[in-house]
């Protein structure tokens, strides 16, 4: 018999939430035909590179190869078979012409295995460049040799080459213009298969799987529709726990500074050290030489196979090497998170690439559990809150080692918490509600100078909620010096790494010409600034809701974007009727706005004044996920009070379209990553 009472709740639920049902299932059938659609993504063959013998060594470079200088190395194979060398070329990023001339020969036989030209002009700086022959065989244990030779290429226009200090590599020996040189060049020696990712059965179980889990979740936001806190770790938890995995090592903006940073809080070593060497910190070699295993392999998808091999790297923490690391001027506390993940993955797997993961890891937990809190004490804008919360930018720095994601969580909580002071059911502020914006501001101040401002959300408070006028001052100016004080302090400690400049900038930066250059011509750094924000303030805006998050500049779907900007705008327009509770003081609206302009100028002065060349007409160098922490400010400050929503079930269709987004996110990544 038919179940006549499932039927008719069936049919209630599709009339009631028709919308939402309609844009789940056709976003359902549109995710199937987008994963049918690039399925030659992972079951076409492709090639699956092994490592035979892997040199990683390269603290210096043979200097520029001219002449007929002849550079040759040795090594033993330690599989059967090869077929590939990889070297990386260093080409000083000019543009080179002419060839070297490459040869390689099995040393027991003396048979030449191949002798071809390698043409500069191919050569990308610091990237391996791959030499094909045909497959040797019954290869492992034998001796082989390659030999490089310049071919008569003058200074300036040739191509240098990383080795090794010592002769770490003892199977080999790096001889140049016949003289032993007791080290090594850095190259790879690797076998190639042609196989698919997956089979066509793991294929579409795999698609299946990941379509099951996006409708499922749909069903499971219509249960938690009124409690957007849980509606928020439905999406969030899956996406962000599949960005951990499937973005590639290090390919997270400034991840690879965030590992070194973590790792050296991880030993409880906050600040560099002054050293023979410099300022900077000892770190175990293997962390440096898993970053060379790992990095800068995934132009054309995925390496999985080397990512695996590099699981197997061991931490030695005995060999240690010198780093000038540029993030060790961020301070300890925004790193605890990944710090504690590399600590379990440096006691349980003694492996640098998982301490890596389980740092993104417990990171990304952080962040759920920071932005889980706002959302649940936030008594006002609450959709808008959830939205921030999900922005693609914030998710994917959240699953990565960046700073960023806690610095971000943090500012949200922060704003949350105030208005939940200003608009909740808290009568009066007590001492342990000052205790409790400390402990929270205290992360968003000493991420950035810039974020100071954001301590002024404090004056949405009321004075009701205070005895007087000279108990709010008090409170104020508590919670003010509570947050600055750690942060003098931090940066008196730190004077020392600060006081170092950044290499890394533009080399006719000189900060303080720049500042000189800024107070003697104050309008022509507001014209500066003005034709910064007209010229790319629209890339900056869509940059910070995520359309590139990652080095490799693996682009959002601009559906995705937009759709957020279009929501956030629009939720910062229109209230519910909880939302009234801010209609009351027209000031509010004005201190919003004065501390998001406050913190923008200070944004762009210290770009102009450390990444810029004096007098420089534009600032260059601005990412939009610097203003992540600020930008729910501005669309605070748009509210229209005359504009009232009292449809209650709107929560789950803005719920349904952002999960609809971030699926949308995920599964662009998944075939973007794996191309």
């Not at 089979?199 to 009124?226: A, C, E, P, W, Y």
């Not at 993955?345 to 559990?369: E, H, K, Q, T, W």
């Not at 949350?416 to 001492?431: D, K, P, Q, T």
């Amino acid at each position: 018999m038919l179940n006549y009472g499932f039927i008719n709740k069936l049919y209630t639920e599709l009339k009631n939430y028709w919308l939402v049902w309609t844009i789940a299932f056709i976003v359902f059938f549109l995710f199937s035909l987008y994963i049918y659609e690039n399925r030659s993504t992972f079951i076409d063959p492709r090639e699956i590179e092994h490592t035979v013998v892997d040199q990683k060594k390269s603290e210096m470079t043979i200097g520029e190869i001219t002449g007929n200088m002849e550079i040759t190395q040795s090594f033993v194979a330690e599989q059967d078979q090869f077929m590939r060398i990889k070297i990386p070329f260093g080409t000083y990023n000019r543009q080179l012409e002419g060839n070297f001339a490459f040869e390689l020969i099995d040393v027991d036989s003396e048979e030449v295995i191949l002798k071809r030209d390698l043409p500069l002009n191919e050569l990308q700086d610091g990237l391996d460049y791959n030499i094909d022959f045909p497959i040797v065989r019954n290869a492992k244990g034998k001796e082989f040799r390659f030999t490089i030779t310049g071919q008569g290429l003058n200074p300036g226009n040739t191509a240098t080459i990383w080795r090794s200090s010592k002769d770490d590599y003892m199977q080999g020996n790096l001889i140049i213009n016949g003289r032993d040189m007791q080290s090594d060049l850095r190259f790879k020696v690797m076998d190639v298969e042609t196989k698919p990712l997956l089979s066509k059965t793991k294929f579409v179980m795999f698609g299946i799987s990941i379509l099951i889990v996006f409708i499922l979740s749909v069903v499971v936001l219509r249960v938690f529709k009124d409690k957007i806190h849980k509606a928020f770790l439905i999406t969030a938890i899956p996406i962000g726990l599949a960005m951990v995995v499937i973005i590639p090592p290090f390919d997270q903006l400034d991840e690879l500074e965030h590992y070194y940073r973590a790792f050296e809080v991880s030993e409880g070593k906050f600040i560099n050290q002054k050293t023979e060497h410099g300022l900077g910190n000892f770190i175990p070699a293997s962390l440096i030489e898993t970053v060379y295993d790992v990095r800068y392999i995934h132009q054309t998808g995925y390496k999985y196979s080397i990512v695996k091999e590099a699981f197997q790297n061991n931490l030695n923490s005995e060999d240690r090497q010198f780093l000038r690391n540029y993030a060790s001027s961020y301070p300890p506390l925004i790193y605890v998170p990944q710090a504690l993940g590399m600590m379990v993955g440096r006691v349980i797997f003694d492996s640098p690439l998982m301490m890596m993961f389980l740092g993104r890891l417990l990171n990304f937990i952080a962040y759920v559990a920071i932005v889980y809190a706002a959302l649940k004490i936030v008594p006002v804008k609450k959709n808008l809150f959830y939205l921030f919360a999900m922005l693609p930018m914030s998710i994917i720095h959240a699953a990565s080692l960046s700073a960023d994601g806690i610095t971000n969580a943090m500012a949200l909580f922060f704003v949350a918490y105030i208005l939940y002071l200003a608009y909740g059911r808290v009568e009066h502020i007590a001492n342990r509600h000052l205790i409790i914006m400390i402990g929270i501001g205290l992360f968003v101040t000493l991420s950035k100078i810039v974020y100071i401002p954001m301590l002024l959300v404090f004056l949405l408070i009321p004075l009701r909620k205070f005895k007087n006028k000279k108990d709010y001052l008090k409170k104020f100016l508590i919670v003010f010096v509570g947050c600055l004080i750690p942060f003098i302090i931090w940066n008196l400690m730190n004077l020392s790494n600060m006081s170092v400049p950044d290499m890394r900038g533009n080399p006719g930066v000189s900060p303080g010409d720049q500042v000189k250059f800024v107070l003697l011509h104050p309008m022509y750094y507001i014209k500066t600034l003005f034709v910064t924000l007209f010229s790319l303030g629209s890339s900056q805006l869509v940059s910070m809701i995520g359309k590139v998050a990652t080095n490799y500049q693996y682009p959002a779907p601009s559906i995705v974007i937009y759709t957020f900007l279009f929501l956030m705008l629009l939720f910062g327009i229109i209230n519910d009727e909880n939302d009234l509770k801010m209609k009351g003081r027209r000031i509010d609206r004005g201190i919003l706005i004065f501390i998001l302009l406050t913190v923008m100028l200070l944004i762009y002065t210290a770009m102009y004044v450390g990444y810029n060349t004096v007098g420089n007409p534009i600032i260059y160098g601005i990412q939009g996920r610097y203003f992540v922490p600020i930008a729910i400010l501005f669309f605070l400050s748009i509210s229209n009070y005359q504009i009232i929503n009292k449809n209650n079930d709107i929560n789950l269709l803005i719920q349904t379209i952002i999960h609809c987004c971030m699926y949308a996110l995920l599964f662009s990544y998944l075939v973007t990553i794996n191309g």
